[in-house]
């Protein structure tokens, strides 16, 4: 009997090599490849013509639920999904089963101890192989989403007008370093945003920096959209980045809060924080409203600390708002919900 050939599609090489080493210990696996993304995975595909698939979920320049969404529109192939994010019964193991996968198995807590999943793994493979996978229409195909159900790191998008800089210094400074990538508006002309990320660099525990183009929305860090540029996020795959952009003033400004929580709605959905802070007029209401609607968390400081009200005044009148909080309480309630 031929042996069922495995490709392996993983971003960690370490867990790669680690699943290379404990399947191939069965006679009747034969490992013919190895892909760090969906995109290398696509190519070997038809090149190795494997008769199964492990696949990881989160993954950088597209994640595994899109992929196995196109996988079974186009070359429909039997699908092992092993991701930390899918215990049985989570919603995104859901998702992936729905999406087309013969079964999905959760790894344990480290590459290291990836050996302790093999014999069940290798199991699923098999049984993987004799699946009958039909060809998804593409009339049946669900689109796909450009917010994932869950991923591993959370983005905290913070808007904030007048008196935000010194609320932002509260927030930012009594964060530990392991607090989720945070982006930030604030009202601010050019230039002085990054003196201001500069001081409260120097007075934080996490990394706080004026936003470049391409940067990474990492735990322990903070982007403060530059002055005079819109700052959106942007997502590959399951990681998070920021372009910084030209454009129109948005709600009479620019950097805008709408166009950031915008973004966030967009790319991040559920996976997103949304805090509305002290500032004149009512930048980021819409916003904020379409993250709550795409389930996100979402905050608004109260009337009390606030320095203007009109901000998270007009945010609250929306309905954008599920918790209202004083500002020395934010960053506890940032870090609750993440």
Do not use: W
Not at 83 to 98: R, V
Not at 144 to 152: F, G, K, P, V, Y
């Amino acid at each position: 009997m031929s042996r069922t050939r495995v490709l392996i599609v993983d971003d960690s090489a370490m867990v790669r090599e680690v699943l290379v080493r404990e399947l191939s210990k069965d006679p009747e696996l034969e490992i013919v490849g190895t892909a760090p993304d969906p995109y290398v995975a696509r190519d070997q595909v038809v090149k190795l013509e494997p008769d199964v698939l492990t696949l990881d979920i989160e993954m950088p320049r597209m994640d595994g639920i899109t992929f196995l969404r196109k996988l079974m529109h186009y070359r429909p192939t039997p699908v092992v999904v092993v991701s930390s994010l899918t215990p049985a019964g989570s919603e995104l193991a859901l998702e992936a089963l729905e999406a087309g996968a013969v079964e999905v198995m959760a790894k344990p807590g480290s590459a290291y101890s990836m050996g302790s999943l093999s014999g069940d793994l290798a199991a699923s493979v098999k049984i993987a192989a004799r699946a009958r996978i039909a060809k998804r229409p593409a009339k049946e195909e669900r689109p796909a989403r450009l917010s994932m159900t869950r991923t591993t790191n959370k983005v905290v998008a913070i808007g904030a007008s007048t008196g935000g800089t010194q609320a932002l210094q509260a927030i930012l400074t009594a964060l530990p370093e392991t607090s989720p990538g945070i982006v930030v508006v604030q009202h601010m002309p050019e230039h002085f945003t990054r003196s201001f990320a500069r001081r409260l660099d120097d007075l934080s525990a996490i990394e706080v920096k004026e936003a470049e183009d391409g940067d990474s929305v990492a735990p322990g860090r903070a982007l403060i959209a530059p002055g005079n540029h819109h700052m959106v996020l942007q997502r590959s795959g399951a990681i998070y980045t920021v372009a910084v952009k030209d454009g129109p003033l948005v709600s009479g400004h620019r950097p805008s809060v709408d166009v950031l929580f915008k973004s966030c709605a967009r790319y991040a959905g559920r996976n997103s924080i949304g805090v509305i802070l002290t500032g004149m007029g009512r930048d980021g209401a819409e916003g904020l409203m379409e993250m709550k609607r795409e389930g996100a968390s979402t905050l608004a400081q109260d009337e009390e600390t606030c320095v203007v009200f009109g901000m998270p005044g007009e945010a609250i009148a929306r309905g954008a708002v599920d918790r209202i909080e004083p500002l020395p309480a934010i960053a506890a309630a940032v870090l609750e919900l993440s």
